[in-house]
């Protein structure tokens, strides 16, 4: 058994059992809390209220100009939303898009699904006004290890749901496949709570991006309903 929990902690290193603690951040600010405390610590790292509207801010962000919006479930923040602050052509959208996804896929903090690097001949214009082609790209922050041995206890209930003791103690083959493909679900699940993903937007012919950093735990699920 405790070789199996092993193998399964090794496949999971960067899961959390303190999912819940473990939200997304931006900036190292945690998603979460209430919105006049989250647009505080953004000012705090350097953003400015807009003369326009004081829920929205304005600031640099990785290098670019941007427009911070702030959204709430239940008065609980739960999306940073940015978005590019001046517009660009297509040209120059797509170095950005392609820059950002590089950015991401190789920061080690995040985990990347896919390649979502647009190629060169690729006319973004056409296919998003003739084929409504979304441009957008996802990637999710690792979770952070708090408590190995919480972790392994948590691992071994989920295994539970499914194999007696004596299965764990002595696995087959089978039940190693099927453990491996339980670990790293559980995994995914854990690390589906904490995306942080980016899309081309579009207004008269010119574009920018607007950036996502979601905290799922606190977006609604349908329990108002």
Not at 13 to 20: D, E, G, K, N, R
Not at 52 to 76: P, W
């Amino acid at each position: 058994m405790k070789r199996i929990l092993s193998v399964a902690i090794l496949l999971v290193i960067s899961v959390s059992l303190f999912a819940q603690k473990d939200v997304t951040k931006f900036m190292g600010i945690p998603i979460d809390g209430f919105k006049p405390e989250m647009i505080q610590k953004l000012k705090e790292k350097g953003f400015v209220s807009s003369e326009s509207d004081k829920n929205i801010l304005e600031g640099e962000f990785n290098g670019t100009q941007v427009n911070v919006h702030i959204a709430t479930n239940n008065n609980k923040v739960c999306r940073i939303m940015l978005c590019d602050a001046h517009q660009m052509d297509e040209t120059n959208i797509r170095i950005r898009f392609n820059k950002l996804c590089q950015q991401f896929k190789n920061n080690t903090k995040y985990t990347s699904l896919d390649d979502y690097i647009i190629p060169e001949d690729e006319d973004i214009s056409y296919e998003m006004k003739v084929n409504n082609k979304r441009y957008e790209a996802i990637f999710y922050q690792n979770p952070v290890i708090t408590d190995s041995l919480a972790m392994a206890n948590e691992l071994k209930e989920v295994f539970l749901q499914k194999y007696s003791e004596k299965d764990l103690e002595n696995p087959t083959g089978d039940i190693k496949t099927e453990i491996t493909k339980m670990t790293l679900s559980y995994a995914m699940d854990l690390m589906s709570k904490k995306p942080v993903w980016f899309m081309i937007s579009e207004f008269y012919g010119k574009y920018y991006i607007t950036m996502f950093y979601d905290n799922e735990y606190n977006r609604a699920n349908g329990e108002d309903l």
